[in-house]
């Protein structure tokens, strides 16, 4: 008998709390099945594209570094040939240059 007075008086709130219960619920049941798909995506998509884009800057980075090299032994290379050009030209006076045809 309490029990149907108790239902009569807070009946409605007790809906309502339930109602808000439900809905944040089924809220929070959404939230999760979106940062799933989120996690997903990462898992699946974006950490390849990284690791192929690591891969691929140290690869550049080794030819950069391979580059770099060359270009010194060339430069030693060119900077020996070249002081012995301007050497020859300061004895030799400047040339001319070459006349269209």
Same mark, same amino acid.
């Given at each position: 008998? #309490?029990?149907? @007075?108790? *239902?009569?008086?807070?009946?409605? &709130?007790?809906? /309502?709390? *339930?109602?808000?219960?439900?809905? $944040?619920? +089924?809220?929070? $049941?959404?939230?999760? @099945?979106?940062?799933?798909? &989120?996690?997903?995506?990462?898992?699946?998509? /974006?950490?390849? &594209?990284?690791?192929? @884009?690591? +891969?691929? /800057? @140290?690869?550049?980075? =080794? /030819? %950069?570094? #391979?580059?770099? %090299?060359?270009?010194?032994? *060339?430069?030693?290379? &060119?900077?020996?040939? *070249?002081? !012995?050009?301007?050497? =020859?030209? !300061?004895?030799?006076?400047?040339? #001319?240059?070459? +006349?269209?045809?």
């Amino acid at each position: 008998m #309490e029990f149907l @007075s108790l *239902l009569r008086e807070f009946g409605p &709130l007790a809906g /309502i709390v *339930l109602f808000f219960i439900w809905r $944040d619920w +089924k809220r929070e $049941d959404r939230s999760a @099945s979106r940062i799933e798909k &989120l996690e997903d995506e990462m898992r699946h998509i /974006i950490m390849p &594209l990284v690791e192929r @884009s690591a +891969k691929v /800057i @140290s690869k550049n980075s =080794q /030819i %950069m570094r #391979e580059n770099a %090299m060359v270009m010194r032994e *060339l430069g030693a290379l &060119l900077g020996k040939s *070249l002081t !012995k050009t301007l050497r =020859q030209r !300061k004895t030799e006076g400047p040339s #001319e240059p070459p +006349k269209p045809e």
